[in-house]
């Protein structure tokens, strides 16, 4: 099921930004390590985005805009690369 996350993690895609998500792709998303972020922020092909998701914002085109916020945990198994380093980290 998580097969859609980890076709965009392999095809390079560093984070996923968008309005809204199923909150199995959200899920799955974050389990696998690719940052996923809520924002309505308006964007085109090439153009270079930055974000932060410690301080919860996305910007491009001069525009910063807030992103839904992250658990403290999320935020953690991002930053372990997924919810499977995360875990064996965890248990060291």
């Given at each position: 099921?998580?097969?859609?996350?980890?076709?965009?993690?392999?095809?390079?895609?560093?984070?996923?930004?968008?309005?809204?998500?199923?909150r199995i792709f959200f899920r799955?998303?974050?389990n696998i390590g690719?940052?996923?972020?809520e924002c309505d922020i308006p964007c085109r092909d090439g153009d270079q985005v930055t974000?932060?998701?410690?301080e919860g914002w996305i910007e491009t085109?001069?525009?910063?805009r807030p992103v839904g916020p992250l658990s403290p945990r999320m935020r953690a198994i991002l930053a372990?690369?997924?919810l499977v380093p995360f875990l064996c980290g965890e248990r060291r």
């Open positions: 099921r998580e097969q859609a996350a980890v076709a965009l993690r392999d095809a390079g895609v560093v984070a996923v930004a968008a309005p809204s998500f199923a799955n998303a974050v690719l940052p996923v972020l974000f932060d998701l410690e085109g001069g525009i910063r372990a690369g997924g």
